[in-house]
C-alpha cells in the first residue's frame, strides 16, 4: 500500500517543506522558483510527443464489434453524468471566492464562435501541433492517425509497431521528469508561499471539500441508480455487498489498473456475465474516470479564479465539459495522464503556466477519492453494460 502512494507522499513531502520555507524565509526563496520553471518547462517538453504517441498507439490497437460500440456508450455517459453534475454544483456553490488571483490576466480576445471552433479544434500548419496551446488539435490528429493506422491493415504493421514502441520510450522519459516533481513543485509552493503566505492552503480548501462531497455523494447515489436500473434492488444489494473489497483495494492502492483483480472477482458475483465483465473491467481501468471528470471541473473552476476569469457562459462550461471527458480517457491511457489533463486545460483555456502547478497540487489531493469512482464505477457500468448487451 505505502508503495502505491510513495509518489504523493514525496510529493506531499516536497510542498509541506517547501511551503515551510515559504512562510520562513518570505520573499527571499525567490531564488529557488528557476527549480520549479525547470520542471514545468521539461514537462511541457515531453507532453506534445507522449500524447501524440499513446493516443495514436491506443487508437491504432483498439478492436471493434457491437459491445465496444456499447461499452464506450455506457462509459461515456457515465462520465458526461459525473461531469454535467458537477457543473451544475459548482455554478450554484462556487469554490472560487477565497482562492488569491495569480496576476492580473487580460482574457483571450473574443472571435466568431465558429472562427472559434476552428482555431480549437484545428491548426493552419502541422508545427501547430507542437505547441501545448494546440492540444485538442493534437489529440484530434492523433486519434485520425491511429485510425488509418488501424485501417491499413497489414501494410501498417511496421508503423503501429513503431506507435507502440514510441509510446513505450516516452512512457519512460516521463517517469524520469515526474521524479523530480517534489523538488520543482516543491519550489513552486515555496515562491508561492512566501510571496501570499501561509492562507495560500486555506484558499483552496473549499474547492477541496467540494470535490469530496461530490464525488462520494455520486459514489453513493449514482452507482446504486445504475445498479438499480440494470436489475432492481436485488442487484443494488448484489453490488454493495461485493463492492467493499474493490473499495478497499482503490484506497489502499490508489490504482485503477491494481483494483483490477478485486473488480473481476466482484463482477462475477454481481452476476455480470464474463464475456462483458472481461472486456468491462480492464478497458474500464483505462477508459472510465468518473472520479477523473469530476476532478477535472473542480480544477477548471480553481484556474479560472487563479487568473482572475469568471467561470460562466455557456460555451466555457461546453469546453469544461469537453475536456472532463477527454481527461476521463487520457488520465487511464497515458502514464502520469493526470498531469497531461491539467496541461490541457492550460492549454485549452490560454491561461499562464503559473496556473499548472496549482492544479496539480488540487488533483493529487482529489486523488484517492477520484481512484474510488474510477475504480468501483466499471462494475457499475458493467452491470449496465450487461443488461443491454444481452438484448443485442
Known sequence: MLKNYRSIIWLLVGIIVGSLAGIYYRDKVAVIKPLGDLFLNLLFTAVIPMVFFAVADAVARLDT????????????????????????IISIFPVTHQIPHLAAIAPPASEHAGDQLVHLLTVEEFYGLLSRKNMLALLIFSI??????????????????????????MKQLLSFIMKLAPIGLGAYFAYQTG?????????????????????IGYYLIFFS?????????????RYWKNNLLPSAMALGTCSSVATIPANRAAAEKMDISPVVADMTIPLGAALHKEGSAIAAVIKVAVAFALV?????????????????????????????GGYVGQLLIVGTFHLPMEVLPVIMIIGTLLDPIATLLNATGDTAAGLLIDKWFSKI
Open 195 to 215: 510571496i501570499a503566505g501561509p492562507q495560500l492552503f486555506g484558499s483552496y480548501a473549499q474547492a477541496l471539500v467540494t470535490g469530496y462531497i461530490v464525488s
Open 225 to 237: 441508480l445504475y445498479a438499480f436500473i440494470a436489475g432492481g434492488w436485488k442487484a443494488v444489494g
Open 308 to 336: 482572475g476569469r469568471p467561470v460562466a457562459g455557456i460555451d466555457t462550461w461546453v469546453l469544461a465539459f469537453a475536456i472532463a471527458l477527454l481527461v476521463s480517457i487520457i488520465e487511464g491511457g497515458i502514464p502520469n
Open 65 to 88: 464489434g457491437k459491445i465496444i460500440t456499447l461499452l464506450l456508450g455506457v462509459f461515456a455517459a457515465t462520465v458526461s453524468i459525473a461531469a454535467i453534475i458537477t457543473i451544475v
Open 144 to 169: 485520425l492517425l491511429g485510425i488509418a493506422a488501424r485501417r491499413a491493415g497489414e501494410s501498417g504493421a511496421a508503423f503501429r509497431a513503431f506507435l507502440h514502441s514510441a509510446n513505450e520510450v
